[in-house]
């Protein structure tokens, strides 16, 4: 089945610690996102890729770090710097950038302790 | 102005009412838009897709007007299932990022 898997589903870390979160999908998109979503607001976008070996910054970069080293793959990294990591992470890919549908897949909660 | 604002929630209604909800952007070149459902602590998912003046699907109508730069949804006969939040989405026109309201919940009651 194709699809857009993201892992772990719940994660916690310490603070001051850099972690990971894993971003696959098996739908042959070309463009790639990672959303930031708090309780009771909306999705507010963290970086996106048009296709390999290229990424963008969205609306809160800061304190994230990203790479597109396959087309299946874009993990992101939560470093020390952001200052408050404790949120709902979504990963979403779409057929093209413009004007197109974005498939998510089932989110991390991260949860600082 | 925000890029995208949608209509304060939550809406509270019973089932079998219809209930409608707006969604106002800010840039006129917008060409598409969509509507996304998100249930409690899951991922959003499309609803429904909006190229130009409206979508029909079962129970659920979306529709666009351009000129005063707001699209609609319309949920008729409303069921418990239907109670989520619904997520306006309009992509930037430059069509590299995708903009997200904050969401309209919607709670349906028996």
Known sequence: DGGITQSPKYLFRKEGQNVTLSCEQNLNHDAMYWYRQDPGQGLRLIYYSQIVNDFQKGDIAEGYSVSREKKESFPLTVTSAQKNPTAFYLCASSIGVKNTEAFFGQGTRLTVV | ?110
């Open chain 2, 1 to 110: 102005r925000k890029e995208v604002e949608q209509d304060p929630g939550p809406f509270n209604v019973p089932e079998g009412a219809t209930v409608a909800f707006n969604c106002t952007y800010s840039n006129s070149a917008s060409q598409s838009f969509f509507w996304y459902r998100q249930d409690c602590r899951k991922e959003p998912k499309l609803l429904m897709s909006v190229y130009s003046s409206g979508n029909e699907d079962g129970r659920f109508t979306a529709q666009l007007n351009r000129a005063s730069q707001y699209i609609s949804l319309l949920i008729r006969d409303s069921k418990l299932s239907d109670s989520a939040t619904y997520l306006c989405v309009v992509p930037d026109t430059g069509g590299f990022k995708t903009i997200f309201g904050a969401g309209t919940r919607l709670f349906v009651k028996a």
